[in-house]
């Protein structure tokens, strides 16, 4: 049966704030006492949950150089939801849907900060592609901080198609590009929108491009010439929040 570990006091804690019914079990630090993981091991109790001490050396190789803290969660793996979600999701999204496009994010680091920032951003729906994109696993949670567990996450057969059928739904396809004319801070970003990042090095595919209804970019002043693609999906991603806060001002 397949399954994943989540490690991290935080990542655990807001796993069984979150979604107690996938945790299996959890795995603690033996000799360990202490008032964080004392307080994660009572939310384990109230739910029934199974804890099993085990050696720091045995948690250490569990969880391949990771960062435990003391506490592995072993759990039913996360899951990306179906296709057939997303216009329920963009029902329920409001008059302005936040959408944000991952084209082949590839690294789980990325994927994770990507998915917590979302969600601090109030991020309707994060879609990627099924064919090269990371996968939700360990990492993405961990990295994410909770945010997996709560962030819708759609993988699609076919993104070129996925983003035409948000623009029939009155959705603005904003593409970034850092040989784009326009800036972000100049280019209105306060009606329904979906922002498209592009993978890590390589931008946005040809497909993918050519489907945006605009491209833009962020001005960069220092020798460095593009930045990180969770780090510029913050930026964006804010940009778009203290636009909209202004316009409702």
Sequence with gaps: MSQTDIFGLHAVTSLLNRNP?????????????????QTLLDKAEAQRIKVIEEPKAQLDQRAGGGRHQGVIAECEPIKALSEKALDVLLDNA????????LD?????????????????????VVIAPKDK????????????CGAAEVVP??????????????????????GTAGEADASIYDTDLTGPSALVMGAEGKGMRRLTRENCDQLINIPMAGEVSSLNVSV???VCLFE????RRSAQA
Excluded: F
């Excluded at 795995?27 to 964080?36: F, K, P």
């Excluded at 409001?94 to 496009?101: C, D």
């Excluded at 590839?106 to 951003?121: E, I, K, V």
């Design 153 to 174: 996450y759609i993988q699609v057969t076919n993104l070129a198609r996925t983003l035409q059928s948000l623009q029939q739904r009155g959705i603005w396809i904003t």
């Design 232 to 234: 510029a999906t913050g």
């Design 94 to 101: 409001g008059p302005a849907p936040l959408v944000l496009v």
């Design 104 to 124: 082949g994010v590839t690294d789980p680091h990325n994927l994770g900060a990507c998915l917590r920032t979302a969600d601090a951003a109030g991020v309707a």
């Design 240 to 243: 778009i929040v203290r636009q």
């Design 133 to 144: 994109s990371a996968p939700l696993n360990a990492t993405v949670a961990k990295v994410a």
């Design 21 to 37: 019914g996938r945790v299996r079990r959890l795995l603690v630090q033996q000799g360990r006492h202490d008032e964080r993981l």
